[in-house]
T-cell receptor, first 110, second 115 residues
Framework: QKEVEQDPGPLSVPEGAIVSLNCTYS??????FMWYRQYSRKGPELLMY????GNKEDGRFTAQVDKSSKYISLFIRDSQPSDSATYLC??????????FGKGTTLSVSS | GAVVSQHPSWVICKSGTSVKIECRSL??????MFWYRQFPKQSLMLMAT?????????EQGVEKDKFLINHASLTLSTLTVTSAHPEDSSFYIC???????????FGSGTRLTVV
């Protein structure tokens, strides 16, 4: 079993839809959880950062961490065509390098 | 927010030559920086952890003599691909964090093509 599992998609939704992206992990030592957005041929852009369990909201984005289930989610409300990108979950025990999921490719059609 | 600058954004080199990639933290100091490699349609794979003032820590399977890392200051880490070959063609990305309570910021990446 890989440390971080993420469905690569692709995921296609119409504009305005709510998008749910998820990752599961096996290492209970992970404490820091992040979501990145990556456009083609660009470096990943940090969207959300969460320490330990709980929810965090920033504009149209909501990140959830459920450590008991080893499951994290990113919700995108009112999705826009500009949200079309690859979304990567990433996590770390503490101050060390990130372990990434494979990324989910999202396409939002207008 | 934190900014990590990476140069060059793309480079083409001949087989057998060396290429240096720079990663700078612009508005914060980073005692640790990370170097990743990404192949098309794949996720980021950690290559090495760069530590200011000491030797880098390489992941299993990464040749330390081929991928030379220097972290000479708190704001600059460099990755040199020595004697590059076509199979080294990839997207190289660095990252750093302001501190334990911040997310990791990535550079814009360097696309290396070895011909």
């Amino acid at each position: 079993q890989k440390e971080v599992e993420q469905d690569p998609g692709p995921l296609s939704v119409p504009e305005g839809a709510i998008v749910s992206l998820n990752c599961t992990y096996s290492n209970s030592a992970f404490q820091y959880f992040m979501w990145y957005r990556q456009y083609s041929r660009k470096g990943p852009e940090l969207l959300m950062y969460t320490y330990s369990s709980g929810n965090k909201e920033d504009g149209r984005f909501t990140a959830q961490v459920d450590k008991s289930s080893k499951y994290i989610s990113l919700f995108i409300r009112d999705s826009q065509p500009s949200d079309s990108a690859t979304y990567l979950c990433a996590m770390s025990p503490s101050g060390t390098a990130l372990i990434f999921g494979k990324g989910t490719t999202l396409s939002v059609s207008s | 927010g934190a900014v990590v600058s990476q140069h060059p954004s793309w480079v083409i080199c001949k087989s057998g030559t060396s290429v240096k990639i720079e990663c700078r933290s612009l508005d914060f100091q980073a005692t640790t920086m990370f170097w990743y490699r990404q192949f098309p349609k794949q996720s980021l794979m950690l290559m090495a952890t760069s530590n200011e003032g000491s030797k880098a820590t390489y992941e299993q399977g990464v040749e330390k003599d081929k991928f030379l890392i220097n972290h000479a200051s708190l704001t600059l880490s460099t990755l040199t691909v020595t004697s590059a070959h076509p199979e080294d063609s990839s997207f190289y990305i660095c990252s750093a964090a302001e501190g334990p309570n911040y997310g990791y910021t990535f550079g814009s990446g360097t696309r290396l093509t070895v011909v």
